[in-house]
């Protein structure tokens, strides 16, 4: 098997995430340090499923800008709070003013994109099944409404891509995006994820069996379900400049890997995960014992997190903190890798490593690795990982701009 070449580091100049722990990165890192989950029991939709979700409350009373009016849906003014927060938005418009509106990427993850507002119109089919006037925007009613909304909203011109691989589209973004910039095709990019509620995902994970009635637990011993939430996040990638230093926020490596074992069950060696992992390392340059931080993708399934817990016992040292953030915000699905990245860019930047909300007795699969309390120590390398169905793998590497080994 070939070995991946080593990864040129992507500069992040500028990165952001709202979820149900409120608007920005501060919001999240709050709820880490204050060990509080910003679950709540389910008060969204029409028909009540009995669980507990990650809501954003601000989403209701945000209104989208006159010129984008169009737009409007739900996952759309989450994606527009989200791009306002942490003035991301300033970011991605000197990236244009820098780099020239068609040599700036867009790449975005969604797993449902706005098919909540699709959910909504067949509610109110007309007496000729047809979907009711207010509610017939083509613009709306595609996977690609989330992309080609910020597209615009952002005034871009360059390539403009939707990545939707289910738990894994907001991680594979990365990915992506660097192979763009690799060959040339673009001088930056804005990689991202945006998924909201809606009745498709809640009912359909439930008819999975997934759903805990309760605040998700990962890893926890008797963990029965997972809590969905719902979350917008954006990053902006750029090349190091010639001779910059190591102390910028990076993207060292990723791998990517579709092990294709189950519709919705996970390789029960964790075969997928294991190749998306050594890529990645390999392609940062590290091993896994330099790796101090991973942001388990740790769902509270109860398959998913055995698995996970068992490839980080065999890989890792001792020393080495893992945890999964799920329990404060919820599985925020096409999502979670961009609200994931943004929370290992945190524990890089602030020097803070999140335990685990709401877990309580840790699983007998589970090895040293994996933390309920949290803790404060450097990080200089932090893994991200993101599995989702059907065996689509993806784990990313970040770090300061210096930090790889010879």
């Not at 722990?21 to 028909?47: H, Y």
């Not at 098919?115 to 595609?142: C, K, Q």
């Not at 996970?308 to 890989?315: G, I, Q, S, T």
Request: aromatic content about 6%.
């Amino acid at each position: 098997m070939s070995v991946p070449q080593r990864l040129s580091p992507l500069r992040i100049t500028a990165y952001t995430t709202t979820t149900a722990a409120g608007i920005g990165k501060k919001a999240l890192l709050a709820a880490f340090e204050g060990g509080k989950t910003a679950l709540r029991a389910n008060d969204f939709g029409p028909d009540r499923l009995d669980t507990w979700i990650g809501r954003v409350g601000a989403i209701e009373s945000t209104t989208l800008p006159k010129p984008l009016a169009a737009w409007d849906c739900r996952n759309n003014r989450l994606a527009w709070l989200g791009l306002v927060a942490d003035d991301f938005i300033d970011a991605a418009h000197a990236a244009r003013e820098r780099h020239g509106a068609a040599r700036v990427a867009l790449v975005l993850g969604t797993s449902t994109s706005s098919i909540g507002a699709t959910e909504d119109a067949y509610r109110s089919l007309d007496g000729e099944g047809g979907f009711p006037a207010g509610n017939r925007n083509p613009r709306v009613h595609t996977p690609h409404s989330l992309a080609a909304f910020v597209h615009e909203a952002l005034a871009l011109e360059g390539p403009c891509l939707t990545v939707s691989t289910a738990c894994s589209s907001s991680a594979k973004v990365f990915a992506a995006a660097e192979r763009m910039l690799r060959l040339g095709l673009a001088d930056a990019a804005i990689v991202g994820g945006v998924d909201t509620l809606c009745g498709s995902v809640l009912f359909g994970f439930n008819a999975l069996q997934l759903v805990s009635p309760g605040p998700c637990r990962p890893f926890d011993a008797g963990r029965d379900g997972i809590s969905i939430g719902e979350a917008a996040g954006f990053a902006l990638l750029e090349r190091m400049p010639e001779g910059a230093g190591g102390d910028g926020l990076a993207l060292l490596g990723y791998g990517e890997s579709s092990d294709a074992h189950h519709m919705s069950t996970p390789h029960p060696e964790g075969l997928g995960a294991e190749l998306a992992l050594d890529d990645a390392l390999a392609r940062a340059g590290v091993d896994a014992a330099d790796i101090d931080h991973i942001n388990l993708h740790g769902t509270a399934s109860a398959k998913n997190d055995e698995v996970e817990a068992a490839l980080v016992a065999r890989r890792f040292p001792a020393r080495t903190h893992a945890s999964s953030t799920k329990g404060f915000t919820g599985h925020t699905l096409g999502a979670a890798g961009i609200v994931e990245a943004a929370a290992s860019l945190l524990a890089i930047e602030h020097g803070f490593l999140p335990g685990m909300a709401n877990t309580r007795t840790l699983d007998a699969a589970c090895g040293p690795q994996i933390r309920i309390e949290p803790a404060r120590g450097p990080v200089r390398l932090a893994l991200s990982n993101s599995f989702g169905f059907g065996g689509n793998n993806c784990v990313l590497v970040f770090g300061r701009g210096g930090e790889r080994r010879p």
